[in-house]
Each structure stands twice: as C-alpha cells, then as structure tokens.
C-alpha cells in the first residue's frame, strides 16, 4: 500500500519536472524567436544597401 507521503512526494516530483520541461521548451521557443526577429533585422539591413 502506498502512503500519502510517498504520493505527495511523487506528485511532487512530477509537477516539478513538468514544471521544468516547460520552463526548457518555453526558453527554446524565446530564443527561437529572437533568432529570427534578428534574421529578419538583418535582412532588411541587406537589403537596404550599403547607404543606410
């Protein structure tokens, strides 16, 4: 049988490493979208020409 300890424990583990994928995933997608914000920065800039 399984006490309320050991399920709390477990429950906590698994919300804190749920917790934790989505804290990764979210800071890849961040920088993901920086990285293309910067692409497109840098396009424009070539595209502008040497003038500006």
């Known amino acids: 049988m399984v006490s309320g ?3 709390a424990d477990f ?3 698994a919300f804190s ?3 934790m994928l ?3 995933y979210a800071g890849y997608l ?4 920086a990285y293309r914000l ?3 920065r840098r396009q424009r800039q070539a595209a502008a ?4």
């Open 38 to 40: 910067l692409e497109r």
């Open 49 to 52: 020409g040497p003038e500006s």
């Open 11 to 13: 429950g906590y583990k």
């Open 5 to 7: 300890k050991q399920l």
């Open 22 to 24: 989505l804290t990764v």
């Open 30 to 33: 961040c920088s993901v979208r």
């Open 17 to 19: 490493g749920s917790m």
